[in-house]
Antibody, heavy 119, light 111 residues
Framework: EVQLVESGGGLVQPGRSLRLSCAAS????????MHWVRQAPGKGLEWVSG????????GYADSVKGRFTISRDNAKNSLYLQMNSLRAEDTALYYC????????????WGQGTMVTVSS | QSALTQPASVSGSPGQSITISCTGT?????????VSWYQQHPGKAPKLMIY???NRPSGVPDRFSGSKSGNTASLTISGLQAEDEADYYC???????????FGTGTKVTVL
């Protein structure tokens, strides 16, 4: 079964850091780009960051550029998001999503991990 | 990069057809055929329903169809069913510094 499982969320104070992880299974992880997409409580979806299969191409939303770093470990079938200088507006459910190769769509999603930034 | 514009809500009776619009610009929807649609039930992860404007992934009922004209994409649900009640989001590749943008979301209600 194709599966993505996020972890690492929690309550963190403004200005602090948090690292999210996403464990992939059921498909050849290193064949696909991967993404992080977030959803603030009661709000819509927002693309956060994406990384190519070999980490050679990386992109970020303007809202997180310079604060968040995406990475992957193909040997561990894992995707990561290092979040620094967190702000209240980063509070959201963070989803890991698999890229639908060649179609710029997200075909497999995890269940998400909640990040709450509050003092 | 601003979110793509969708109607906040659309409703229909079982068996009817509804259409959700997704309006962007020539830098996103109008410039690329990389428009996708996602269904999200409350408390659940989004599910891909349409990719590349009008293609359905395996397992998605053919009641769901997509199209595009100029800077506006559309998702049509024919033969509306109770289980179609959910939030729907469009997404597009963009030429901006943020390569992907989602729509504002549409709540579909089955009357």
């Amino acid at each position: 079964e194709v599966q993505l499982v996020e972890s690492g969320g929690g309550l963190v104070q403004p200005g602090r850091s948090l690292r999210l992880s996403c464990a992939a299974s059921g498909f050849t992880f290193d064949d696909y780009a991967m993404h992080w997409v977030r959803q603030a409580p009661g709000k819509g979806l927002e693309w956060v960051s994406g990384i190519s299969w070999n980490s050679g191409s990386i992109g970020y939303a303007d809202s997180v550029k310079g604060r968040f770093t995406i990475s992957r470990d193909n040997a561990k079938n894992s995707l990561y998001l290092q979040m620094n200088s967190l702000r209240a507006e980063d509070t959201a459910l963070y989803y890991c999503a698999k890229d639908m190769s060649g179609f710029d769509a997200f075909d497999i999603w995890g269940q998400g991990t909640m990040v709450t930034v509050s003092s | 990069q601003s979110a793509l514009t969708q109607p906040a809500s659309v409703s229909g009776s079982p068996g009817q057809s509804i259409t959700i619009s997704c309006t962007g610009t020539s830098s996103d929807v109008g410039g690329y055929n990389y428009v996708s649609w996602y269904q999200q039930h409350p408390g659940k992860a989004p599910k891909l329903m349409i990719y590349e404007v009008s293609n359905r992934p395996s397992g998605v009922p053919d009641r769901f169809s997509g199209s595009k004209s100029g800077n506006t994409a559309s998702l049509t649900i024919s033969g509306l069913q109770a289980e179609d009640e959910a939030d729907y989001y469009c997404s597009s590749y963009t030429s901006s510094s943020t390569p992907y943008v989602f729509g504002t979301g549409t709540k579909v209600t089955v009357l």
